[in-house]
């Protein structure tokens, strides 16, 4: 399985390990079955993987985005199948392989503004995380030091305006071709109902004592009665949510469609009218209370809507092209020593031909 995306997922896999752990926070009721992230020893941490032109990538490095990859395949409801593991490994030093080649070509022109640079990345990860101690604490869980993420914050950056600077003159996208895309796949531009809904989140795990649940339950009910006596939803959130992600918001989640909450939240969520208050709702994470606040109805997105978004897809799925022959083409005069053994060949599987649908 090439998983061919030197940009999209590998660049820097701690942030991604970083981000998928945001993602959590502000969506409280999101449903995922992501492996937690877990530290490895020491002395694995250091063993060295490969070497690009003398530069080492250590386990601890292809762990991490081992670790990211695997976050987010689980989050799209596409976990690993059993078995593959050493093979992503291995498709993953490849990437990390080649994310070195980009570094070490894109060194050759630094942005004159690299530092800015890097701090706004690491302030706007630490905010999405939930502040520097969560950040301190999921750098930790991955066994990686804040200067060893801010070296990888900007190489990051090095090789995204590299590879942004050579795409911006090699690719070219007409409007005709936006519009032609457009028009030739139709159900990629359909949007199905959603809806925006803020919530109240009183943390309570199933595993609580009857005391503990009795005494959240309280909480949540007089949470929901200052909202119903008219109190702004808003400021209740902001001051008694315990999503810390969404709290600051007034508790908005944003718009979402069905099945990407916990079953209770999307049910609730969709029964609702606009501006309804919710009863109170038990998941896995605790009490809900829910406002919905605006809502979707099925669609399909406008070519105005989507041409700017859509010609920046064409022009990034171009640029990938590209990306991998420069990291080809730098691979043929790198000298690379890779120090893991290769992954098991997998068995093939007789299967009968598939028949193409009739019409």
């Known amino acids: 399985m090439k998983s061919r995306a030197v940009l999209a997922i590998f660049v820097i896999a701690v942030t991604l390990v970083c981000r998928a752990f945001a993602a ?3 969506k409280a009721a999101v449903q995922t079955n992501a492996p937690a992230v877990v530290a ?3 002395a694995k941490t250091d063993e060295v993987v490969a070497r690009v032109n003398g530069t080492e990538i250590k386990r601890k ?3 991490a985005a081992v670790q990211a990859f695997t976050f987010q395949m689980a989050r799209r409801g596409r976990p690993l199948p059993p078995g593959q593991g050493a093979t992503v490994e291995r498709d993953i030093l490849d990437e990390l392989i080649g994310r070195e080649l980009l570094r070490e070509e894109g060194s050759k022109h630094i942005p004159a503004d690299i530092d800015k640079k890097v701090q706004e990345q690491i302030d706007q990860v630490t905010t999405q995380v939930g502040g520097e101690e969560q950040l301190k604490k999921t750098l930790t869980d991955t066994g990686i030091t804040p200067d060893e993420y801010a070296k990888r914050v900007r190489d990051n950056i090095i090789i995204r305006e590299a590879i942004e ?14 519009r032609a895309f457009y028009d030739k ?4 531009f359909k949007q199905p109902e959603t809806v925006r809904a803020s919530h109240v989140l009183i943390r309570c795990t199933s595993t609580a004592t009857d005391e503990v649940k009795k005494e959240k339950r309280t909480q949540i009910d007089s949470v929901r009665a200052l909202v119903k006596s008219g109190e702004k939803f808003a400021d209740v959130a902001k001051k008694f949510s315990e999503d810390l992600g969404s709290a600051p918001n007034g508790g908005d989640l944003g718009f979402f469609g069905r099945g990407q909450m916990v079953p209770e939240f999307d049910a609730a969520a969709f029964s609702l009218k606009t501006n309804e208050i919710s009863d109170v709702i038990t998941t896995q994470y605790g009490y809900h209370v829910l406002l919905v606040t605006d809502r979707k109805p099925a669609q399909t997105v406008p070519f105005d809507q989507v041409k700017v978004d859509l010609a920046q897809f064409l022009k990034q799925r171009k640029g990938n092209d590209i990306t991998r022959d420069q990291v080809a083409s730098l691979r043929k005069a790198a000298k690379i020593e890779i120090l893991v053994p290769e992954p098991p060949a997998a068995p093939v599987v007789e299967t009968a031909p598939v028949q193409a649908p009739t019409k």
């Open 40 to 42: 490895t020893t020491a």
């Open 24 to 26: 959590d926070k502000p």
């Open 61 to 63: 490095e292809l762990d």
């Open 185 to 188: 796949n139709p159900d990629q």
């Open 165 to 178: 600077s050579v795409v911006d003159k090699e690719v070219k996208i007409a409007p005709e071709e936006v």
